[in-house]
Antibody, heavy 123, light 109 residues
């Protein structure tokens, strides 16, 4: 059974930094692209960032480019999202999600999702 | 960046009725790389449909997707109580960002 467990969320002041992690199990992690999606309170889904299976290609939404860094450790089956220069509008539940195809690419549907970790940016 | 517009914003229906949801793209979605997700309150999204019309594993056949190019739809043939939720479309046919639509809420009438 695929399991994705996010951690690292919390309350942080504007301008602060955070590292989110996603521990993956139940599938061959190094064969799948992985994605972060966020959801602000009461709002819709927003695609944030993605990384291909070997970590060689990374992608970001314009709203986070230059502030967020996605990475993965295929030896540990973990996905990370480093977030800096946090703003109030970054307040959201952050989900990690697995690509549906074992091609390693990020251009796939997302067939498994974690339960999310809440990031709150407030002074 | 492809913008996805979902309509209606809210659909008020009774159990047993048919639900038709629309997702319109600002430009053609390559290879019909369009997915639909269901999200219930307090839960993560769940993949329903990929490739515009293929049901994901374990999804009941009352859910069906169709469309191509810029116009896509999700149909729920007969609403069950557990189908009342928010539905999102997402395109993955272009280079990232892989955008989501704004969602359609299906509520009990």
């Amino acid at each position: 059974e695929v399991q994705l467990l996010e951690s690292g969320g919390g309350l942080v002041q504007p301008g602060g930094s955070l590292r989110l992690s996603c521990a993956a199990s139940g599938f061959t992690f190094n064969s799948y692209g992985m994605t972060w999606v966020r959801q602000a309170p009461g709002k819709g889904l927003e695609w944030v960032s993605a990384i291909n299976s070997d970590g060689g290609y990374t992608y970001y939404a314009d709203s986070v480019k230059g502030r967020f860094t996605i990475s993965r450790d295929n030896s540990q089956n973990t996905l990370d999202l480093r977030i800096t220069s946090l703003r109030a509008e970054d307040t959201a539940v952050y989900y990690c999600a697995k690509g549906a195809l074992g091609s390693g690419y990020v251009r796939t549907a997302l067939d498994s999702w974690g339960q999310g970790t809440l990031v709150t940016v407030s002074s | 960046e492809i913008v996805l517009t979902q309509s209606p914003g809210t659909l008020s229906l009774s159990p047993g009725e048919r639900a038709s949801l629309s997702c319109r793209a600002s430009q053609s979605v390559s290879s019909s790389y369009l997915a639909w997700y269901q999200q219930k309150p307090g839960q993560a999204p769940r993949l329903l449909i990929y490739g515009a019309s293929s049901r994901a594993t374990g999804i009941p056949d009352r859910f069906s997707g169709s469309g191509s190019g810029t116009d896509f739809s999700l149909t729920i043939s007969r609403l069950e109580p557990e189908d009342f939720a928010v539905y999102y479309c997402q395109q993955y046919g272009s280079s990232p960002p892989l955008t989501f639509g704004g969602g359609t809420k299906v509520e009990i009438k």
